[in-house]
Nanobody, 119 residues
Framework: QVQLQESGPGLVKPSQTLSLSCTVS??????????WHWIRQSPGKGLEWMGA???????YYNPSFKSRTSISRDTSKNRFTLQLSSVILEDTAVYYCAGDTGIGAFDYWGQGTQIAVSS
C-alpha cells in the first residue's frame, strides 16, 4: 500500500521560502514511470497543480509558479520536496503531494498540510 505524508512549517512569513517534504512509503520514488507531484488548494479555489518530479529526476513546473518553485528528491530517504520562494499571502493553502504511475491520473495522495502565510 502506497502512502504519502507531507510535512511543513504550518506558518511562514511573507517573502520567506516555504519548504515542504513528502515521504513516500510502499513505493520507491525512482520506480519507472512514476511521477510525484505537488498540488495545492487555496481557500475558495480549486486544485492547482504546481509541479512534479519524475522517476528519472526530471522536473516539471506550472508556468505560473516556475520562477518561484523548485522540486527535488532524496532517494536515500524516499522523499521529495517543494520549495516555494518569496511567498505572499495568496500562497496560503492546503498543500498536497501526490503520485501517479504514468497512466494520467493521481493514484496516491497525501492527506495535505495547511500552510498559512502571515506576518
Amino acid at each position: 500500500q502506497v502512502q504519502l505524508q507531507e510535512s511543513g512549517p504550518g506558518l511562514v512569513k511573507p517573502s520567506q521560502t516555504l519548504s515542504l517534504s513528502c515521504t513516500v512509503s510502499g513505493a520507491s520514488i525512482p520506480t519507472n514511470y512514476y511521477y510525484w507531484h505537488w498540488i495545492r488548494q487555496s481557500p475558495g479555489k480549486g486544485l492547482e497543480w504546481m509541479g512534479a518530479i519524475g522517476y528519472s529526476g526530471s522536473t516539471y513546473y506550472n508556468p505560473s509558479f516556475k520562477s518561484r518553485t523548485s522540486i527535488s528528491r532524496d532517494t536515500s530517504k524516499n522523499r521529495f520536496t517543494l520549495q516555494l520562494s518569496s511567498v505572499i499571502l495568496e500562497d496560503t493553502a492546503v498543500y498536497y503531494c501526490a503520485g501517479d504511475t504514468g497512466i494520467g491520473a493521481f493514484d496516491y495522495w497525501g492527506q495535505g498540510t495547511q500552510i498559512a502565510v502571515s506576518s
